[in-house]
C-alpha cells in the first residue's frame, strides 16, 4: 500500500483500510511522520471513501526516508521504508519567492509566471475538460487558477460534474443572470451534509492538479469563493475548518500547488477578517511545504503586509490602477502578482470585453513595474464556454504574445525585472550584473521615432528593437558612448540594451 | 483718445500723452474709473512706449458710461462719456465657472473647453503665426495655452521675434539639448533693465490675443514659466510685481484672458508658495474682472482648494492618473481641466509620442468623468517646428475627433456631463433632467458586442451609437423596458441614450 521509491518533490502516497462505522471523516484521524537525515515531516491524512484512509508526502531530498502513520483511524501503526530518487527532467519542485519581488522553482531555476484563469474548468464534463489540457499543452502558460467549490455565476448555471459533498444541490433550472443580491446560499432546497465530503470530487479534481504539474503548469487553487446558490461560502467555522483541513491534506503534497484563499474575499458575505486569518493560521500550521499562500480581492485589497501572504495577488480597479505597483512593491516587500486585469473578450461585463492587444499592453506594463499578470478571456460563445470560466478553448489573440513575453522574460540574466528608479518605463535586471547590462524599455501606447542613449565612454552595448505585437526581435546595432535608435513609430515597442564588451 | 462708443465685453481704451522724464514703466501711475448705473469699475493704466499712457476697460453692461483718468503720468485729469452697445453675434462675454464643475459664458451659453497648447506661438516670426492662426480657423479649439515669456527648451533655442525687456540677450549658438540642471538663467551675458518693458513685444501679443477673442478662442495665458535662459524666471520681488501689473493692467480687459500663473509651477526654483500666493493676490485685486484664474503643476498639484483658484488645470503623470478625476471634484467642488494629459506624436520624450487614438480616449475618459481636457502635438519635424511649442501646422489624427467630441458636448441638455454615482463608463447630464433622461456611456478600449439596459417600463428611450474614432452617430432604435443594444465590437465606442416619450 505505498511504494518503495518516489521523484524528489513527487509524492509519497500510502494508503491503508480503517474503521467505517460512524463518520470516518470526523471521527477519526491518521497521520504520516517521514523521516530522513535531511527533514522530519509531520502530515495529516485523510479519508477517502470506500473504507481507504489515505496519507501523502513530498519529499524534498533525495536518499533513504522512514515513516510511521498512526490514528484513531486504525489500531495498527504502520511502518515503513522508501527510497527519494533525483528529480526527472522537468521537475524543478515547488516555487518559492527569490529576490524579494519574483519566483524562482525550489531547485533555483527562475519562474515567471504568466497565468490564466479558468474559475471551474475542473467542474465541465470530461471531454471539455480534456479539451483545456489540450489547449494548455500549447504552453502559453504557466499558472492557471481555478475553484475547489463550483461556481455561481452569469454563464455558469449549470450544475457541476460532481459536489464537494454528499447530498443534493436546490433547483438550477430558470437561472439566466447572476444577481449578487437575490442568490441564495441558504435555499432550503439545498440538502447537503457539510460533514460527509464526495471524495469522487477531490479525486477528479486531483486529476487535474496532476496534469497541470506534468505539463509544468501551476495549480493556484481558490480554495473559497463568493459564487455560491448551494451554501459552500456560508458553512459555519466548524464546517470550514474541516474543509480546510480535508483540502490541505489532499492538495498540500502536489508541488504545483499554490494556495489562494479566496477569490474576492470582500464579497464573501459571511466571512470576516477573522476567519480569513484563522484558514490561513491552519495553512501554516497544516502544510508541511509552505507552498505559496495568498488572497485575492474584488475592491480592497486584503492587509498583504501580514506575514503569511508570500505575494500579493491583486485585482486591478479603476482605483487600484497597474500605475501603483512600484507602491505595492515597496509597501510589501512581496512579488506582485495581478492576477485579474480585465479579461480580452467580448461580453457586456466591464471587466471582460478588452481587446487583446489591451492585455498585451498591461503585462507589459506591469512586467516593467517588476510585477507579474494574469490572462483571462470572456468572448460571447454560442454554448457559453467561455475561458475564464470553463476552459475549453482560447479565441484571443493575447496568448501567442505572452509566451513571447515568457520567453524575453526567461532571458532575464538576474532573476526578474525591476522598475527603474531613475527612467521612466525603463526595467533592468540586476543587481549581480551592472544597472546598465541589462534593461528593457517599453513604450505601450507611445511611439516615439527615436531614443537617444549614454551610459558611458568605453562599453559596447547590444540594442534590440522587439515588437511585443508583432512578436519579432530585430538587432538595431552596438553601440558606444552617445548614440541613436531610430525607432519603427509603432506602438507596443520595446528595446533591450545589453552590455556586450 | 478714445472712442465715443464700444461693444459690451469689448475693449474701451484710453490714451493720453504723459511724463517721460526718468522710467515712466515705473515712476508714475495712471488709473481709470468708469462708472455706468450698474457697475463703478477702477483699472490701472500702464505705459506703452513713445510718450503714451493707456488705460482699458471691459464694460458689463450696455449703456452710457462716464470715466475719470488721472495719475502722476499727467497734470491733466481726464474724463467722458461713451456709450456701450450689444455685444455682436459670437460675442458671449468671458467665460465663468458653471454648475460647479463646468463653465459658460458670461450671457449663460454653455462653454465646453477643448483646448490646445502651444507655448510660444506668439513668439515665432509673423508668417509662422499666420499658420497657426490659419489652423486655429479650422475651429478645432476653443482655447489655446500660451506664454508672455519666451521658451528655453528642446527644440526651442531660437531668440523669439521681441523680448518683454529693453535689454540684450545672452548668446543661443550652439544650444541643443535642454538640461534642467544647466541652464543659466542668470547667465551675466543677460543684459537686461527689468524696469523696462519693451510695449512692441506685449502690443504684438495682444495682437494674437485679439485673433483669438474673434475667432471665439479663448486665451488660457501662462504669465511664468521654468524654461527660461534669460533670467525671467529669477527676478526679485519687486520686478516679478512690476510684471504681474504691467500684464494685468494690458490683458485684463481682454474677454477670452485666462490667468495660468505658471507651468510647471514647482520647477520654478527661485519661487515658493509665498510668492505665488504674492501673485495671486495681485491678480484678485487689480483684475477688476475676475477672469478664470489656476495653476498648472508638473508632478504635484497646487493646493486647489485655495479661493483665489477658479479651476484646476491638471497634469497627468503616472501617479496623477485621469481615475482621480472623481477623487478631485469631490475635494476641490471645482471645474477640472486636464491641460496636459501627454501629446500626439512622436518624439523622444516620454510625454510626446502618444498616437492620435489614445489621445481621443484619454479626451472622452477624462469627459465621461466630468472633466475637460486639452490637446498637444509633437511629432518629429525638419525645421523643429512642433505644434506644442511653435504652432504652425498640425500634423495628427486627433484634432478632428475632438471637433466631434466638442459638438457631442454642445449637445449636452444641461451644462456639462457628470460622472454617474452607480455606473461605470457612464456619465449623465443632470439634474434638471431625470438621471435617466440623458446619459452617454463610453466603452474606450473594451468593445462588448452588447449592452443591457433597464430604466423603467413606460418611457421611451432614443439609442444612438457613436464611433468616437470613426466620428459617426447611427441610431440603434427606440426602446422601451428591458432592451438590449448590439455594438459593433470596435474600440472607442460610445452609446447616447436619451428619453424621448
Same mark, same amino acid.
Given at each position: 500500500?505505498?511504494?518503495?521509491?518516489?521523484?524528489?518533490?513527487?509524492?509519497?502516497?500510502?494508503?491503508?483500510?480503517?474503521?467505517?462505522?460512524?463518520?470516518?471523516?470526523?471521527?477519526? =484521524?491518521?497521520?504520516?511522520?517521514?523521516?530522513?537525515?535531511?527533514?522530519?515531516?509531520?502530515?495529516?491524512?485523510? !479519508?477517502?471513501?470506500?473504507?481507504?484512509?489515505?496519507?501523502?508526502?513530498?519529499?524534498?531530498?533525495?536518499?533513504?526516508?522512514?515513516?510511521?502513520?498512526?490514528?484513531?483511524?486504525? =489500531?495498527?501503526?504502520?511502518?515503513?521504508?522508501?527510497?527519494?530518487?533525483?528529480?526527472?527532467?522537468?521537475?524543478?519542485?515547488?516555487?518559492?519567492?527569490?529576490?524579494?519581488?519574483?519566483?524562482?522553482?525550489?531547485?533555483? @531555476?527562475?519562474?515567471?509566471?504568466?497565468?490564466?484563469?479558468?474559475?471551474?474548468?475542473?467542474?465541465?464534463?470530461?471531454?471539455?475538460?480534456?479539451?483545456?489540457?489540450?489547449?494548455?499543452?500549447?504552453?502559453?502558460?504557466?499558472?492557471?487558477?481555478?475553484?475547489?467549490?463550483?461556481?455561481?455565476?452569469?454563464?455558469?448555471?449549470?450544475?457541476?460534474?460532481?459536489?464537494?459533498?454528499?447530498?443534493?444541490?436546490?433547483?438550477?433550472? #430558470?437561472? @439566466?443572470?447572476?444577481?449578487?443580491?437575490?442568490?441564495?446560499?441558504?435555499?432550503?432546497?439545498?440538502?447537503?451534509?457539510?460533514?460527509?465530503?464526495?471524495?469522487?470530487?477531490?479525486?477528479?479534481?486531483?486529476?487535474?492538479?496532476?496534469?497541470?504539474? =506534468?505539463?509544468?503548469?501551476?495549480?493556484?487553487?481558490?480554495?473559497?469563493?463568493?459564487?455560491?446558490?448551494?451554501?459552500?461560502?456560508?458553512?459555519?467555522?466548524?464546517?470550514?475548518?474541516?474543509?480546510?483541513?480535508?483540502?490541505?491534506?489532499?492538495?498540500?503534497?502536489?508541488?504545483?500547488?499554490?494556495?489562494?484563499?479566496?477569490?474576492?474575499?470582500?464579497?464573501?458575505?459571511?466571512?470576516?477578517?477573522?476567519?480569513?486569518?484563522?484558514?490561513?493560521?491552519?495553512?501554516?500550521?497544516?502544510?508541511?511545504?509552505?507552498?505559496?499562500?495568498?488572497?485575492?480581492?474584488? !475592491?480592497?485589497?486584503?492587509?498583504?503586509?501580514?506575514?503569511?501572504?508570500?505575494?500579493?495577488?491583486?485585482?486591478?480597479?479603476?482605483?487600484?490602477?497597474?500605475?501603483?505597483?512600484?507602491?505595492?512593491?515597496?509597501?510589501?516587500?512581496?512579488?506582485?502578482?495581478?492576477?485579474?486585469?480585465?479579461?480580452?473578450?467580448?461580453?457586456?461585463?466591464?471587466?471582460?470585453?478588452?481587446?487583446?492587444?489591451?492585455?498585451?499592453?498591461?503585462?507589459?506594463?506591469?512586467?516593467?513595474?517588476?510585477?507579474?499578470?494574469?490572462?483571462?478571456?470572456?468572448?460571447?460563445?454560442?454554448?457559453?464556454?467561455?475561458?475564464?470560466?470553463?476552459?475549453?478553448?482560447?479565441?484571443? &489573440?493575447?496568448? &501567442?504574445?505572452?509566451?513571447?513575453?515568457?520567453?524575453?522574460?526567461?532571458?532575464?540574466?538576474?532573476?526578474?525585472?525591476?522598475?527603474?528608479?531613475?527612467?521612466?518605463?525603463?526595467?533592468?535586471?540586476?543587481?549581480?550584473?551592472?544597472?546598465?547590462?541589462?534593461?528593457?524599455?517599453?513604450?505601450?501606447?507611445?511611439?516615439?521615432? !527615436?531614443?537617444?542613449? !549614454?551610459? =558611458?565612454?568605453?562599453?559596447?552595448?547590444?540594442?534590440?528593437?522587439?515588437?511585443?505585437?508583432?512578436?519579432?526581435?530585430?538587432?538595431?546595432?552596438?553601440?558606444?558612448?552617445?548614440? &541613436?535608435?531610430?525607432?519603427?513609430?509603432?506602438?507596443?515597442?520595446?528595446?533591450?540594451?545589453?552590455?556586450? #564588451?
Amino acid at each position: 500500500m505505498f511504494p518503495k521509491t518516489v521523484e524528489k518533490w513527487d509524492i509519497f502516497e500510502f494508503a491503508a483500510p480503517g474503521r467505517q462505522e460512524g463518520n470516518p471523516f470526523v471521527d477519526y =484521524d491518521i497521520k504520516g511522520v517521514f523521516q530522513s537525515p535531511n527533514e522530519t515531516v509531520t502530515a495529516d491524512g485523510f !479519508y477517502d471513501g470506500d473504507g481507504v484512509y489515505k496519507v501523502r508526502f513530498m519529499p524534498s531530498f533525495e536518499g533513504d526516508y522512514t515513516f510511521t502513520v498512526s490514528g484513531s483511524f486504525s =489500531d495498527e501503526v504502520y511502518t515503513g521504508t522508501f527510497t527519494v530518487t533525483p528529480a526527472a527532467a522537468g521537475n524543478h519542485g515547488p516555487v518559492r519567492v527569490a529576490n524579494t519581488f519574483h519566483f524562482a522553482y525550489e531547485d533555483g @531555476t527562475p519562474y515567471y509566471p504568466v497565468g490564466t484563469t479558468c474559475y471551474v474548468w475542473t467542474h465541465q464534463p470530461q471531454e471539455l475538460q480534456q479539451k483545456t489540457l489540450d489547449e494548455l499543452r500549447k504552453g502559453y502558460f504557466n499558472k492557471i487558477r481555478f475553484c475547489v467549490f463550483p461556481k455561481h455565476y452569469d454563464f455558469n448555471f449549470r450544475d457541476p460534474i460532481t459536489f464537494p459533498y454528499e447530498g443534493t444541490p436546490c433547483d438550477n433550472s #430558470g437561472l @439566466t443572470k447572476y444577481n449578487f443580491n437575490d442568490y441564495l446560499p441558504s435555499n432550503p432546497e439545498n440538502k447537503w451534509d457539510f460533514h460527509r465530503f464526495n471524495p469522487e470530487h477531490f479525486r477528479l479534481f486531483e486529476n487535474r492538479i496532476r496534469d497541470l504539474r =506534468d505539463m509544468g503548469v501551476e495549480a493556484d487553487l481558490i480554495i473559497m469563493h463568493p459564487y455560491d446558490r448551494w451554501g459552500f461560502s456560508e458553512m459555519d467555522e466548524e464546517c470550514d475548518d474541516l474543509y480546510w483541513k480535508y483540502v490541505i491534506a489532499r492538495f498540500a503534497a502536489y508541488r504545483n500547488v499554490w494556495w489562494s484563499l479566496a477569490n474576492e474575499w470582500e464579497f464573501l458575505k459571511k466571512k470576516t477578517v477573522r476567519d480569513w486569518e484563522r484558514y490561513a493560521d491552519l495553512l501554516c500550521k497544516k502544510d508541511p511545504y509552505h507552498h505559496l499562500r495568498s488572497i485575492h480581492n474584488a !475592491y480592497s485589497l486584503y492587509d498583504y503586509s501580514r506575514p503569511w501572504i508570500t505575494h500579493c495577488c491583486v485585482q486591478l480597479q479603476e482605483f487600484q490602477p497597474l500605475e501603483k505597483i512600484p507602491q505595492w512593491r515597496e509597501l510589501y516587500q512581496k512579488p506582485i502578482v495581478v492576477d485579474e486585469l480585465r479579461y480580452e473578450g467580448n461580453i457586456e461585463h466591464d471587466w471582460g470585453n478588452i481587446t487583446g492587444q489591451e492585455m498585451v499592453r498591461r503585462f507589459w506594463e506591469i512586467t516593467l513595474r517588476g510585477a507579474y499578470a494574469g490572462h483571462g478571456e470572456t468572448f460571447v460563445h454560442p454554448d457559453n464556454l467561455l475561458w475564464w470560466s470553463h476552459g475549453v478553448e482560447l479565441h484571443g &489573440e493575447s496568448p &501567442e504574445r505572452l509566451k513571447f513575453l515568457h520567453k524575453i522574460l526567461c532571458e532575464s540574466p538576474y532573476t526578474g525585472l525591476n522598475p527603474s528608479q531613475k527612467e521612466y518605463r525603463t526595467a533592468v535586471s540586476a543587481p549581480t550584473f551592472g544597472p546598465n547590462d541589462y534593461r528593457i524599455l517599453y513604450f505601450g501606447n507611445a511611439r516615439p521615432a !527615436y531614443k537617444r542613449f !549614454y551610459f =558611458d565612454d568605453t562599453n559596447e552595448y547590444e540594442v534590440e528593437i522587439i515588437d511585443t505585437w508583432g512578436m519579432t526581435i530585430e538587432k538595431a546595432g552596438v553601440f558606444k558612448g552617445r548614440f &541613436e535608435v531610430t525607432l519603427p513609430g509603432r506602438e507596443f515597442m520595446a528595446l533591450r540594451i545589453r552590455r556586450v #564588451g
